[in-house]
């Protein structure tokens, strides 16, 4: 196994507004490995992005709290780092690239000027050297130098992504956060950006967590992929573990709702029912008021982690006699 | 040829911009049948929605004809077109912003019904009401929530409801899971088919989603800046797609599947502006196959094999039909 760059364990984090606690993440473990990408599938609410803003300690104070667990990230757990310290982290250690690349840019700065910006927070440059560095980061990504000089609403939606990229990337982060990056583009411009992700992976040998709803992306820049559901992660395992021989009941809804490319005629199985409300979660499993396999035990107790092999793990009742090898909640 | 509900011919669109015309829907014609749907795809700005707006006139058209059983509706007077829309309904993309906040559910289904004069009577009118709300699949209790309290699967099928509401023939649905989650989405497709089978309800389905538009759609056309430029049987487009752009684009789809992974073509550079076009082939500037012909003339949409027809100088040049 090579080198852990980011560990998440037993991350519990809720929410307090007008009385209301809302439950986001309610234990989750996850784990990358350097130079690997991580999937975080999941349907609106099911907590990837909060479990993002994690890593950043950015989980809005204060009426976000973190109730326990530890993330750690090369080395340090950024949840007990002080402010100044998490500033030297941010955007040096790990990125963020944001869905919506239309609000993500400061619309009065150039865009050179806010790639140079993270340059220079973090090395001693000047601002020469730093807007130089800018120009070769915009060339990265696949945009003519020259245009450091222009101002966000002269790129189209496309171009904008790449720049935000290209501050993400500014400073060789061994970590970058990508939250549904190519959600806002359209299909032909998407494959252009998961192409440049994939390539910028590979050359600046990145972790990458990459939050999506969407499998089709999985299986395109993902080695593994971690099922979330109301906050917690309900399937983990290699792309082969859970496309090939997927277990929870969750992810085969998900699945069966995806309409067959190869056979228009084939049914779509939708998973019945809603989202389960943040505010008042079901007891047991928390998928169980959705589920076709749902028993009294279901509703009961929650389902502990059931190691499938060794990269493969469920959190479902239906596998409790697969293996020996259970682990504990 | 079945019997035709909808023909679409020549039907432009352009709006007035500080920077001269923008050509949003330019000569676009294609027929449907009773019963079926057409999907229209394409990138944001390929006029796809301007398309289905004009044709319900929404949008004026700038010139072109929309017949209507028949019918030439961008003829007839605002009146009568008030009546017609009875039958041509809109389900919308956002089911967050097309629902009045201050409209419970049965108010917002009730509402066209009695613009429309269609029932009189209060009581029976409630009833209707109940009726839609069971067949959209919204439960009874729901009848005085506000749709700020309902999650956007349910808002959607108010939306779907209010269409329903008018007994219409023709919907033009714009989008109409895009903004759903995938479990949601499946729930609302499985829908709009069941009652699309038991109303016999024609459906122009507009989305960017190719895979949803291949499962949900008998033909499918493609749009690229404003222009229809391949349009065939759903089946026939994703077993051999023939405009390149149609194929850069089938293939760009990112499959949920980790073996038999398709080659992708990559094209260049992005959409270029609509104001204006040259009289050229509008998709020259990023095709791998363009040649001269294809930079000086405007490729004509060309019937190349029974129901699939395709706008590209070389598809009509390879096919022997070349001008």
Not at chain 2, 61 to 74: A, H, K, L, N
Not at chain 2, 254 to 259: A, D, N, S, T
Not at chain 2, 297 to 307: A, D, G, S, T
Request: hydrophobic share 35%; proline share 6%.
């Amino acid at each position: 196994m090579a080198d852990e760059i980011l560990q998440i364990r037993d991350l519990q984090i809720e929410f307090v507004s007008e009385g209301e606690v809302t439950k986001a993440v309610n234990g989750v473990d996850l784990t990358i490995a350097e130079g690997k990408t991580l999937g975080l599938v999941g349907e609106t609410g099911a907590g990837k992005t909060t479990t993002a803003l994690s890593v950043l300690n950015l989980v809005p104070k204060p009426q976000g709290k973190i109730l326990s667990g530890e993330v750690i990230l090369d080395g340090v757990n950024v949840l007990e780092q002080s402010e100044h310290e998490m500033e030297k982290i941010r955007g040096n250690t790990v990125s963020m690239i944001f869905q919506d690349p239309m609000s993500a840019l400061n619309p009065v700065m150039s865009v050179g000027e806010q790639i140079a910006e993270v340059v220079k927070i973090h090395e001693k440059v000047d601002e020469k050297a730093a807007m130089e560095r800018a120009r070769e980061m915009l060339e990265t990504v696949g945009i003519p130098g020259e245009r450091a000089v222009e101002y966000p609403h002269q790129f189209s939606g496309g171009m904008k992504q790449r720049v935000l990229i290209a501050i993400a990337l500014a400073c060789s982060p061994k970590v970058l956060l990508a939250d549904e990056p190519t959600t806002a583009l359209d299909v032909t411009i998407q494959a252009q950006v998961l192409e440049l992700m994939k390539e910028l992976k590979r050359k600046f040998n990145m972790a990458m967590l990459m939050i999506t709803h969407d499998f089709g992306i999985v299986a395109e820049v993902c080695d593994e992929v971690s099922v979330m559901y109301a906050g917690k992660i309900v399937e983990h395992g290699t792309l082969e573990d859970v496309f090939d021989h997927k277990c929870h009941p969750y992810t085969e809804g998900l699945f069966n709702s995806l309409p067959d490319i190869d056979n228009r005629k084939s049914e779509l199985k939708p998973i019945k029912g809603q989202m389960p409300d943040p505010t008042n979660l079901p007891t047991g499993c928390p998928f169980h008021p959705r589920c076709d396999y749902c028993t009294e035990r279901c509703s009961q107790e929650e389902p502990p982690k059931v190691q499938i092999n060794d990269t493969h793990y469920v959190r479902c009742w239906l596998y409790e006699n697969t293996k020996e090898s259970q682990l504990k909640g | 040829m079945g019997d035709v509900l909808l023909e679409v011919k020549n039907l432009k669109k352009y709006f007035k911009t500080p920077r001269g015309m923008l050509h949003a829907v330019d000569d676009v014609s294609f027929t449907l049948e009773r019963g079926k749907t057409l999907g229209i795809v394409g990138e944001s700005g390929c006029g796809k929605s301007t398309t289905g707006r004009t044709i319900l006139r929404l949008e004026e058209p700038t010139s072109g004809e929309v017949f209507f059983e028949g019918r030439d509706i961008t003829k007839i007077s605002k009146h009568e077109m008030r009546d017609l829309r009875k039958e041509m309904q809109l389900i919308f993309q956002d089911p967050f912003s097309s629902l009045d906040p201050r409209m419970t559910v049965s108010q917002a289904i009730e509402e066209p019904i009695k613009l429309a004069g269609l029932i009189k009577d209060k009581n029976e009118r409630f009833r209707r009401v109940l009726h839609l709300m069971d067949t959209v699949g919204l439960a009874q209790r729901l009848v005085n929530t506000y749709p700020h309290e309902l999650d956007g699967g349910r808002r959607q099928r108010i939306g779907i409801a209010r269409a329903l509401a008018m007994n219409p023939k023709f919907i033009v649905c714009d989008e109409p899971v895009s903004a759903l989650d995938v479990s949601i989405q499946a729930q609302i497709l499985n829908l709009m088919k069941e009652i699309q089978k038991e109303y016999g309800l024609t459906y122009i389905f507009i989305t960017h989603d190719l895979s949803v538009v291949n499962h949900f759609s008998d033909d499918i056309a493609v749009m690229y800046l404003g222009r229809l430029i391949e349009k065939a049987p759903a089946e026939r487009l994703f077993e051999k797609p023939m405009h390149p752009y149609t194929q850069a684009l089938l293939s760009a789809i990112p499959v949920p599947r980790i073996h038999n992974r398709g080659e992708r073509i990559l094209i260049k550079g992005e959409i270029t502006s609509p104001i204006n076009p040259k009289p050229v082939c509008r998709f020259a500037n990023r095709c791998e196959y363009c040649t001269e012909v294809c930079t000086s003339q405007e490729p004509q949409l060309i019937e190349v094999e029974p129901q699939h027809f395709v706008a590209c100088h070389k598809v009509n040049a390879e096919m022997g039909q070349g001008q």
